[in-house]
């Protein structure tokens, strides 16, 4: 009993823990036993991170300087939102265009309709940091308008190199904008079924699927909005998890 007592207490120990520690160090890629330095080869996935932040930085000050559509881009009015979230993540939703509220905090999807998003999430055991949100129009339409096709021309570019930094797993399109500039830009056969998932070669494999704009809950009672919020959980687990993907299927 006390020598089980003392092995316990010996595990315990700070020293020992150090130890351990440092000879796991020594003993994996991360090290340099010669100059005792890391190698910069055994971290491929933060060399990704930090090219994705790279081109995503130049990416960004174009959009926060972009004047192609009159009137637009104009801080506190209309001002322009940036893509949030994990440069890493297997997940890209895009929204219909930058919200009144997101002005304030440069968070697409703050409050109201994004709670939707923050449940399903949840649901997941995950939050905003592990998905990447970003929106068809970047910057706030004056009044909540509607999104005119010259902002939806004008932001696609954008919006495409997003896309190209990230290459998520899926692309999920939130609202009729959205999906419909992604039945064009992709080409695909028109689809009105919500949580319908489909294949997209260009410009790399991955998968994607239209929803409901969140809103459409929120302003309509609230009816389907827990349907909606448990399916998109449902396919964050799928996608998370490697059980839904590209090569494997639907």
Not at 103 to 123: H, K, N, R, V
Not at 141 to 163: G, H, M, V, Y
Not at 231 to 245: A, H, P, Q, W
Request: charged share 25%; proline share 3%; hydrophobic share 40%.
């Amino acid at each position: 009993m006390l020598e089980k007592q003392s092995k316990k207490n010996s595990d315990k120990n700070p020293g020992d823990i150090l130890k351990n520690k440092t000879v796991e160090l020594l003993n994996s890629r991360m090290i340099d036993l010669e100059t005792l330095v890391p190698r910069r080869d055994s971290f491929k996935s933060i060399n990704r991170l930090f090219l994705r932040a790279k081109r995503k930085k130049a990416l960004d000050w174009k959009i926060l300087g972009c004047n192609n559509c009159e009137g637009m881009n104009v801080q506190g009015v209309t001002e322009a939102g940036l893509g949030y979230g994990s440069l890493l993540s297997k997940i890209f939703i895009v929204g219909q265009s930058f919200c009144t509220q997101c002005m304030g905090t440069g968070i697409p999807f703050t409050e109201g309709s994004g709670y939707y998003i923050d449940a399903a999430l949840q649901l997941s055991g995950m939050t905003r940091e592990q998905i990447f949100i970003t929106n068809l129009v970047h910057c706030h339409p004056k009044n909540n308008a509607k999104n005119q096709r010259e902002w939806i021309d004008n932001c696609s570019a954008f919006l495409e190199r997003e896309l190209a930094i990230i290459k998520p797993k899926i692309v999920i399109a939130f609202g009729t904008d959205a999906r419909n500039f992604f039945h064009r830009y992709y080409g695909l056969v028109f689809n009105r079924d919500h949580f319908f998932v489909q294949k997209v070669k260009r410009p790399f494999n991955h998968l994607f699927m239209s929803v409901f704009h969140p809103a459409y809950y929120l302003y309509s009672g609230g009816k389907g909005g827990v349907e909606w919020i448990a399916k998109l959980s449902v396919i964050f687990d799928r996608i998370i998890s490697g059980e839904m993907s590209y090569k494997k299927g639907v």
